[in-house]
Structure formats: structure tokens, C-alpha cells
């Protein structure tokens, strides 16, 4: 059976599919990027305050055998995963939550405004770094607001994979902290921007679908 020869391609002919794929990526990346932060910008106007938390790569966890006694506890080793790291985002939700809010978090009649708004972005998981959550928060009650740097800290340090390195500040320019957070989108990490960690208390998602309609009409 006869063998037909392959086409050869010259090198500037391969050089040239290349830089069409690379141009290819960057687009797809650059449009992934923008509709990242075109969702995010949404929330720009009620966010208030930026937080960079740092996560360990191995823990000691401690949980109790059972849950009505506290002396008999069972402590294992665990490294850091996508699973724990997404767990520990969780966690620390629900912790800020609590500091925050209490109980009203709980209540039927107030779950829709008594949360805060919180956009998390986990980096170094696809870098040499150390993985690391970017976070913007908003909706922090007013009485709240002076100590949120310790309450953000407070929240992190209850999660078992927290770090020491914590950095808390206020927010003065949201829109250029969010594309900051949103930097790895479409090139290092798809992924790095958490929207399945994103909180929006119904309040504030109502505000931006009524703006939205005004500004349509």
C-alpha cells in the first residue's frame, strides 16, 4: 500500500498558526476577563472595603467525635485543595456573616438585608504564590464599620486553613480594586474569580435590577 507524504509546513507558515492561536487566546481571554468585570462592576458603588487573606498550604484540623462533647477531640493533618480552599471561603462567609449581623442573619424577615455583600477572588493556585483569597465587602452595618478590620480578621482566623497575613483596608477607588481581582480571569486562572462565593443580600440585587429598569425607561 502506497503511503502518501505529508504536506511540510514552513516555519514561518507554523509561526504564523501559532500567533493565530495565541491571538485567538488572548481574545477569548480579554472577553472572559471583561464579562467577569462587567458583573462585578455592578456591585462597585456598595462595596466599602478590600481585604487580601492568606491561606496555609497544610493545617491541623481539630473536630469534635461527637457533638455534645467537647473533651474528646480528633485532630488530623490536611493539605490545601480546591475543595478546602473553596470550603474555607465558605466558612469564612459565614463567620464575617455572623459577626456582623447575629442572628438577624437567621430571621425570615430580615435574611434579605442583614448579610454583607461580599466578591471573593482566589489567586496563586496556578502560580509559584501562595494561594490567597481578594475580597470586596459592602452592606456592613454602620455600627460595624470602625472595627470591620478586626471583624474581617476575627471571621478569618476561625477558618482552619487561615494564615497569619491579613491585610484590611477601606476602599477608595472599588471599580479599580475588582479589576484587580479580577486580573488572572482568562489567562492564568479561569476560575480565580469565585462567583459560586459571591453574596448579595436581596436588598442590594433589588436596588441594582430597579436602577437598571430606570435607566432603561
Keep these: ?5 505529508l504536506p511540510q509546513f514552513s516555519r514561518t507558515q507554523v509561526n504564523s498558526c501559532e500567533g493565530l492561536t495565541r491571538m485567538e487566546e488572548v481574545r477569548f481571554g480579554t472577553e472572559l476577563q471583561n464579562a467577569y468585570r462587567e458583573l462585578a462592576h455592578r456591585y462597585g458603588p456598595y462595596l466599602t472595603t478590600a481585604a487580601t487573606l492568606t491561606l496555609k498550604k497544610y493545617a491541623r484540623i481539630r473536630v ?20 478546602t480552599i473553596r470550603s474555607t471561603a465558605h466558612r469564612f462567609e459565614e463567620r464575617l456573616t455572623h459577626y456582623l449581623y447575629g442572628n438577624q442573619s437567621k430571621h425570615a424577615n ?4 442583614a448579610k454583607p455583600l461580599l466578591l471573593v477572588a482566589i489567586e496563586g493556585r496556578k502560580t509559584h504564590r501562595r494561594p490567597h483569597f481578594h475580597i470586596a465587602v459592602g452592606n456592613i452595618p454602620v455600627d ?7 471583624l474581617i480578621a476575627q471571621a478569618w482566623h476561625d477558618c482552619d486553613f487561615a494564615h497569619d497575613e491579613v491585610r484590611v483596608e477601606p476602599l477608595t477607588n ?44
Design 110 to 113: 430580615k435574611k434579605h438585608w
Design 64 to 83: 469534635r467525635r461527637f457533638e455534645n462533647d467537647s473533651s474528646d477531640i480528633y485532630e488530623f493533618g490536611q493539605y490545601l485543595t480546591d475543595q
Design 174 to 217: 472599588s471599580f479599580g480594586w475588582l479589576n484587580y481581582m479580577t486580573k488572572e480571569v482568562g489567562y492564568t486562572d479561569n476560575d480565580a474569580f469565585a462567583v459560586e462565593h459571591i453574596c448579595i443580600p436581596e436588598i442590594i440585587q433589588q436596588s441594582i435590577c430597579t436602577e437598571g429598569r430606570l435607566l432603561r425607561g
Design 1 to 5: 500500500r502506497r503511503v502518501r507524504n
Design 144 to 150: 460595624k464599620q470602625a472595627s470591620i478590620d478586626t
